[in-house]
């Protein structure tokens, strides 16, 4: 049973620019949330789809957006990148008690 | 979600316990300690939960005070993979629809040495 995908793994993009996530959660599971972990910090909740709707979102601007799937993907979209978006950005799909989450993919913002 | 205190760092030697502890006196009466834990540039991986009672599976037990202000993860035979950064979090689990986010402290990085 594949678990969490996200792709890409890596990606570098220039200041301003836009970049996409994508993430395919675990089978079954039918919640995805993202999460920015920036080098030595333990990871920061984003926001979370549930039926394809943003059902929660943390502390961060308009500049995130995100979309949930009729098959429960999702996809991540960072718009006028800043350097600080530089970090590990991670997926996690849920069903019930706990969150499993992808490798993540680390966006380097140059 | 309650707010968490974990040390910083320890150690362990290969073949002992190790026992993570985690300090959570704000937790609600309907709020779950859960574990994780982060191996260098992979996602966090879950490891256990529970709400008062012990529990155990196949990698590690955990231990939650009567009064629940406190917990400690148990690695009961650490291994060099065991090397990560272990998170505890303090959480209400899934219901229905509303699917509860996690809140991640910096955790503390158990280093285990042969």
């Known amino acids: 049973d594949a678990g969490v995908t996200q792709s890409p793994t890596h990606l570098i993009k220039t200041r301003g620019q836009q970049v996409t996530l994508r993430c395919s959660p675990k089978?079954?599971?039918?919640?995805v949330s993202w999460y920015q972990q920036a080098l030595g910090q333990g990871p920061q909740f984003i926001f979370q789809?549930?039926?394809?709707?943003?059902?929660q979102r943390g502390n961060f601007p308009d500049r995130f957006s995100g979309h949930q799937f009729p098959n429960y993907s999702s996809e991540l979209n960072v718009n006028a990148l800043l350097l600080g978006d530089s970090a590990l950005y991670l997926c996690?799909?849920?069903?019930?008690?706990?969150?499993?989450f992808g490798s993540g993919t680390r966006l380097t913002v140059v | 979600d309650a707010k968490t205190t974990q040390p910083p760092s320890m150690d362990c030697a290969e073949g002992r316990a190790a026992n993570l502890p985690c300090n959570h006196s704000?937790?609600?009466?309907?709020?779950?300690v859960y574990w994780y834990r982060q191996i260098h540039s992979q996602g966090p991986q879950y490891i256990i939960h529970?709400?008062?009672n012990n529990e155990t599976n196949e990698m590690a037990s955990l231990i939650i005070t009567e009064d629940r202000k406190s917990s400690t993860l148990i690695l009961p035979h650490a291994t060099l993979r065991d090397t990560a950064v272990y998170y505890c979090?303090?959480?209400?689990?899934?219901?229905?629809?509303?699917?509860?986010?996690?809140?991640f402290g910096k955790g503390t990085l158990l280093t285990v040495n042969p």
């Open positions: 704000t937790i609600s009466g309907n709020e779950y």
């Open positions: 529970g709400l008062k």
């Open positions: 789809y549930y039926e394809e709707e943003e059902r």
């Open positions: 979090i303090v959480r209400i689990p899934n219901s229905g629809g509303s699917n509860y986010k996690l809140t």
């Open positions: 996690a799909s849920s069903l019930m008690y706990f969150h499993t």
């Open positions: 089978s079954g599971h039918d919640t």
